[in-house]
C-alpha cells in the first residue's frame, strides 16, 4: 500500500505549528527539507517527533565519505525516520552513508523531478536517456545497501522491474488533476502514481497550500485507496 508523506514546505515553525493545528487526531508522515531545518535547526524535527509523526528529513547529502557518515550519525540521533543523501555522490559515500546512519530507512537522489532529459544531458553530459541514467543510479543505490530511491513515480515500474520489488520507490512531483505543477517536470497524479508503483508518494503545496488542508489531505488519501482497489 502506498503511503503519504506531507512535505512542509514552510519557511518557520509558526507556520508548522499552525499547519499542524488542523490535523491533531492524525498521525502524519511528514517531510522536512533544507528550508525548514536550516531556519528551524534540529528542534523542529525533536517538536515534531513528540507530537507522534514520522519525518522523512530531506537534506539530500552529497559530500566526500568521512562527511557524510559523521552527519549520518547526528542525523540519526534526532531519531528521524528516513533520510536522504545524493546517489550521484557514488557507492562509497552511500556506504558511509548507511554506516553512520545504521539502522532506518535511507534512500538516494537519483535525478530530481525538476530536471528533464533535455537539460541532464546538456548540463550533466550525461548522454544516456533519462531512464537509464535513473536506472543506473538505482541499482547502484542498492549496492550501497540503502532502501530505495527519490525518483518520479514514472520510473517506479521500471525500477522495481530491474532492481527489486521490495527497494522503495519515493516520489514527489505528485499533482492531483486539479493542481498547478510549478517547478516540476515529470508530474503524475496521487491514482497514477499509486498504479505505477510508487511506495511512498511526496505531496506539499496541493495540502500545505490548500484552503481547507485537511479536506485535501483526506481527498488525496480516498484517490489513492481508489487507486488500491
Known amino acids: 500500500m502506498t ?3 506531507i512535505a512542509m514546505d514552510f519557511s518557520s515553525k509558526e507556520e508548522v505549528y499552525s499547519f499542524l493545528e488542523k490535523f491533531k487526531h ?9 528550508e525548514l531545518y536550516y531556519k528551524e535547526g534540529p528542534k523542529i524535527v525533536e517538536v515534531i517527533k513528540a ?3 514520522k519525518i522523512f528529513l530531506d537534506l539530500k547529502l552529497h559530500d566526500i565519505p568521512n ?3 559523521r552527519t549520518m550519525k547526528n542525523l540519526k540521533s534526532l531519531g ?3 533520510v536522504n543523501v545524493h546517489a550521484a555522490g557514488g557507492l562509497e559515500m552511500m556506504k558511509a552513508a548507511r554506516q553512520g546512519f545504521g539502522e532506518g530507512i535511507m534512500i538516494a537522489v ?5 530536471t528533464s532529459e533535455k537539460s541532464m544531458q546538456a548540463e550533466q553530459l550525461i548522454n544516456e536517456s533519462l531512464q537509464t541514467s535513473v536506472l543506473n543510479y538505482a541499482k ?4 550501497a545497501g540503502l532502501d530505495g530511491v527519490v525518483c518520479s513515480a514514472l520510473e517506479a515500474s521500471l525500477i ?13 512531483g505528485i499533482r492531483p488533476k486539479t493542481s498547478s505543477v510549478g517547478d516540476q517536470k515529470r508530474v503524475v497524479s496521487p491514482m497514477e502514481a499509486c498504479e505505477l508503483g510508487s511506495d511512498y508518494i511526496v505531496i506539499g503545496r496541493p495540502i500545505t497550500q490548500s484552503h481547507n488542508p485537511y479536506e485535501s489531505y483526506k481527498a488525496i488519501l480516498k484517490e489513492m485507496e481508489n487507486a488500491h482497489e
Open 3 to 5: 503511503e503519504l508523506i
Open 160 to 172: 522495481h522491474n530491474h532492481v527489486d520489488k521490495q527497494f522503495l520507490c519515493v516520489t514527489p
Open 140 to 143: 547502484l543505490t542498492q549496492e
Open 26 to 34: 492524525e498521525q502524519l508522515f511528514l517531510k522536512i527539507g533544507m
Open 110 to 114: 537519483t535525478q530530481l523531478t525538476s
Open 51 to 53: 507530537q507522534g509523526h
Open 67 to 69: 562527511t557524510v557518515e
Open 80 to 82: 528521524v525516520d528516513m
